[in-house]
């Protein structure tokens, strides 16, 4: 058995399911705020659609949702392929960069720390992954990417918004990312799923590097923003050279997608005001603000994210591994993941999720152990 087998996220969960105490989850990013009523309300109504509706969509997704992606991010609908959530948006995205490459040991360039399921992928895809570390803040080492790419390496692939880190990558950095993948005829996959809780206002889209959309490949889904990680619904932006060969993929993997989540989402892009992404982003602004004032009097470092809903902490003599997590949920009830699930730039620390409405709890019983102990 290797480390994907069972996923270090599962291992976690499943022990702190099985305390004897009350814990409080701060281990998985499921949101748990309201989704959109328009999204509601779309499930209703379909519900009551003909039967025909209930029947295969197409493969690439339905058109309405293409269309109203293209225009929300100004691109041609026709590069747009609705995929079963960000993780086979990100799979396909990996698997084309390897298709299309003539190298024999296809090399992805990851951050340090990294989302582990994308070397997971990477290996999947009988690929390898190199790490590379980023800045103390969280952001791009622009000479270490240049420094770590060469003749195999495939694609460079990046999370904007951060996870785990909350670093936003500004759209200088993401443009040196593109011309080094340029130099070595790679490509470029950006994971943007977070977009939506971006805290600085200084995040912009990789597809808006009009000099680099030959080798730019953007995923993203509305698992986050519109708190629905069940429903799947997710999407990949390929350049045109690779869209048919990645759609020829996805409809051997998955046929087509969910017709009633799409529906759903498509009217709640629709229908759905800016105030509801406003309110759920303050809500984790206070979120932030509560569990780090936490931190802060523990004493305990912890990075200050500029997006996405994660923060991490580094505890003195209480290094992030799995032994320590598991010691925090038997003895504080507070559950986080090890930060050495994301590589070994931040091995010692510990990530927090704040989807959860429990974070002065969480903040309240860390004070109280670490006073205690």
């Known amino acids: ?81 609705i995929t079963h959530g960000a993780g086979e948006a990100n799979y396909l995205a990996m698997a084309q960069a390897v298709e299309c490459s003539d190298v024999n040991t296809p090399e992805f360039l990851l951050t340090d720390p990294v989302y582990p399921y994308y070397p997971g992928k990477a290996s999947l895809l009988d690929a390898t992954a190199t790490h590379v570390p980023v800045h103390d803040d969280g952001h791009l080492n622009i000479d270490a990417i240049q420094d770590a790419a060469s003749t195999d390496t495939v694609a460079i692939v990046l999370n904007t918004p951060n996870n785990p880190t909350g670093a936003v990558y500004n759209r200088a950095a993401l443009n040196d990312v593109a011309a080094i993948a340029a130099d070595i005829d790679a490509l470029v996959i950006v994971d943007e799923v977070y977009d939506h809780f971006d805290f600085t206002g200084d995040f912009e889209s990789a597809l808006t590097l009009s000099s680099y959309t030959d080798r730019i490949i953007v995923t993203s889904a509305f698992s986050k ?11 990949a932006v390929f350049p045109p050279a690779l869209v048919d060969a990645a759609q020829t993929r996805h409809m051997l993997v998955t046929v087509s997608g969910s017709r009633p989540a799409q529906r759903a989402v498509s009217d709640a892009l629709e229908k759905t005001p800016p105030s509801y992404y406003a309110s759920v982003r303050n809500t984790i602004r206070e979120r932030i603000d509560t569990f780090t004032n936490a931190l802060e009097t523990i004493g305990a470092a912890y990075t200050e994210p500029e997006g996405a809903f ?60 670490f006073q205690d102990n």
Not at 337 to 364: H, K, Q
């Open 310 to 369: 994660y923060v991490m902490a580094r505890f003195d003599d209480l290094p992030g591994t799995l032994e320590n997590v598991e010691y925090l949920i038997d003895e504080a009830g507070v559950a986080g993941m090890p930060g050495e699930a994301f590589g070994n730039a931040y091995d010692d620390w510990i990530r927090f999720s704040l989807c959860t409405d429990r974070v002065s709890i969480a903040g309240d019983r860390l004070m109280t152990f």
């Open 1 to 81: 058995m290797n480390e994907y087998d069972e996923p270090l996220f599962f291992q976690v969960m499943q022990y702190a399911s099985n305390a004897d105490r009350d814990i409080v989850d701060m281990v998985s990013g499921n949101p748990d705020w309201e989704p959109p009523d328009a999204l509601r309300d779309g499930l209703h109504e379909y519900a009551d659609a003909d039967a025909a509706d209930f029947q295969y969509g197409p493969s690439e997704g339905l058109t309405d949702l293409r269309e109203q992606i293209g225009a929300r991010r100004n691109i041609d609908s026709d590069n747009i392929i």
């Open 225 to 235: 923003s519109m708190a629905i990680t069940g429903f799947r619904v997710g999407y």
